[in-house]
């Protein structure tokens, strides 16, 4: 068992390029083995934004674990007594929404380890490990290396404290939430407003100071991605969730249909 490095995190601080695939429609692990064939690193199962159950979301992220990809659950908002039967279950990660303060990211970070630096409940059976007994001396060093904890921050509150928030033992990963950051100042979905590359350039500061990556979440244009990673954004980079992509897909075959079989095109004209 590695109990000093994180291969994810490694890879982001060597500036590789790393796609993540949200899953919130899908109930089959299906998904995961899509999500690996296409050339996906890691996964994000939404609870915060679905009904899906904790059964299928471990089920996810075993299956991910499987195939080599990294796995993150977003819990819902404050949902901290369920990030210990998660990571029980199996999950590598953990995603904590609309965080404000230090105190609440300490409050997550201590859910996702074990004594001293957490609270998480004593376990000494994991899919982690295959559901072998381990000493609890050996698996919970392994674990807290292996769990990454994110911390979303989507408010100007949360920026504001961002320099706290990103000095919290546990925390790895900071994110930027730009949908509900928008939202909250007016304009949502206007992501080239000013105020979001202030908020960017800000949060990458702290980040940089405590030598934690910041992704940028919610924006789905490169060139604006480009932009944001130049201000000291990290690689990690949302593809889309299955639903919304799944539309796309769905609305583009119709569309390309709707042109190759319409009736002026296969009945054409005798004159």
């Known amino acids: 068992m590695d109990e000093r490095r994180n291969a994810f995190l490694d890879r982001l601080a060597a500036d590789e390029l790393t796609l993540m695939l949200a899953i919130r429609g899908s109930r089959s692990t299906e998904v995961v083995h899509i999500a690996a064939a296409t050339g996906h690193h890691c996964i994000m199962v939404d609870l915060e934004h679905s009904t899906m159950s904790v059964d299928t979301a471990v089920a996810m992220c075993r299956t991910a674990a499987q195939l080599g990809l990294m796995d993150f659950v977003r819990v819902p908002e404050r949902e901290y007594g369920m990030i210990g039967r998660l990571l029980d279950g199996g999950a590598n990660g953990v995603i904590a929404p609309r965080i404000e303060t230090a105190e609440q990211a300490l409050d997550v970070a201590r859910a996702c380890r074990f004594p001293p630096r957490g609270q998480r409940s004593q376990t000494v059976m994991v899919p982690q490990f295959d559901m072998r007994p381990v000493p609890a001396r050996e698996l919970n060093v392994a674990l807290d290396a292996r769990v990454v904890v994110q911390i979303l921050v989507e408010t100007p509150a949360g920026v504001a404290n961002a320099e706290e928030i990103a000095a919290v033992d546990g925390v790895d990963l900071i994110a930027f939430g730009a949908n509900d950051f928008t939202a909250e100042l007016g304009v949502p979905g206007h992501y080239g407003d000013h105020r979001v590359r202030e908020a960017v350039a800000e949060l990458a500061a702290a980040c940089r100071r405590h030598g934690k990556p910041l992704m940028v979440g919610g924006i789905g244009d490169p060139g604006l991605q480009r932009e ?29 249909l709707a042109k190759a079989l319409d009736p002026a095109t296969r009945h054409p004209s005798t004159d």
């Open 228 to 256: 944001l990673m130049a201000l000291g954004a990290c690689p990690l980079v949302m593809t889309g969730n299955d639903s919304g992509l799944l539309y796309q897909a769905a609305a583009s075959r119709v569309e390309e």
